[in-house]
């Protein structure tokens, strides 16, 4: 048994770079946050009422305008709330000297679970406290929980940390992604 502990610890180093990062924030945020649904309500919202604007406009030169300018806040916020994400993605990849040949942390798998060493601390999760694991074709993102993920990217390990994970976690807790 023992040995068996050794042989199915695989340890891998997180070497996150700008593109990984910033992939990873867009999916994180926007897609399983769901955080594109309320700007694209505020959108739906502000569109529906400028229609009405619009189509109320007999008699009302008003109307016109009114229904133009809440088209136009409709469509721009929304543009720059995800704008301003991306540029505040950008200034946090760049404040963390996030680079390929850097090292962030090291993810150990293991058969009760897997931890995660950065310089002199560290964390271990079970596989049973695990939130939730994700592969992409460049990356596995491991969630120990729904605030913390680690990203393994794509390397020479990964179709067996990807192995390990399945092997331990329950289908419903990890998604592969082909996109």
Same mark, same amino acid.
């Given at each position: 048994?023992?040995?068996?502990?050794?042989?199915? *610890?695989?340890? &891998?180093?997180? %070497?996150?770079?700008?593109?990984?990062?910033?992939?990873?924030? +867009?999916?994180?945020? !926007?897609? =399983?946050?769901?955080?594109?649904? %309320?700007?694209?309500?505020?959108?739906?919202? @502000? /569109?529906?009422?400028? +229609?009405?604007?619009?189509?109320?406009?007999?008699?009302?030169?008003? #109307? !016109? &305008?009114?229904?133009? !300018?809440?088209?136009?806040?409709?469509? !721009?916020?929304?543009?720059?709330?995800?704008?301003?994400?991306?540029?505040?993605? %950008?200034?946090?990849?760049? @404040?963390?000297?996030?680079?390929?040949?850097?090292?962030? $942390? $090291?993810? /150990?798998?293991?058969?009760?679970?897997?931890?995660?060493?950065?310089?002199?601390?560290? #964390?271990? $999760? /079970?596989? %049973?406290?695990? $939130? &939730?694991?994700?592969?992409?074709?460049?990356?596995?993102?491991?969630?120990?929980?729904?605030?913390?993920?680690? @990203?393994?990217?794509?390397?020479?390990?990964?179709?067996? #940390?990807?192995?390990?994970?399945?092997?331990?976690?329950? *289908?419903?807790?990890?998604? @592969? =992604? +082909?996109?």
């Amino acid at each position: 048994m023992q040995d068996e502990k050794k042989i199915s *610890a695989l340890t &891998m180093a997180g %070497n996150i770079d700008r593109r990984t990062f910033m992939r990873f924030g +867009v999916f994180d945020s !926007v897609i =399983r946050k769901k955080a594109w649904r %309320n700007p694209l309500l505020f959108t739906l919202i @502000l /569109t529906a009422f400028a +229609v009405v604007c619009f189509l109320g406009r007999e008699g009302r030169e008003e #109307a !016109v &305008m009114i229904g133009s !300018v809440l088209l136009g806040i409709g469509i !721009v916020l929304p543009l720059v709330w995800f704008g301003s994400f991306l540029a505040s993605m %950008n200034r946090q990849a760049k @404040l963390s000297s996030l680079s390929h040949d850097r090292v962030q $942390y $090291y993810v /150990t798998l293991l058969p009760d679970g897997f931890k995660v060493e950065k310089g002199k601390e560290s #964390a271990s $999760y /079970t596989w %049973n406290d695990v $939130y &939730m694991a994700y592969r992409f074709p460049d990356c596995i993102y491991l969630y120990g929980s729904a605030a913390r993920a680690f @990203l393994l990217p794509e390397c020479e390990k990964s179709d067996r #940390a990807w192995e390990i994970i399945t092997a331990h976690l329950p *289908a419903e807790k990890r998604k @592969l =992604r +082909v996109h």
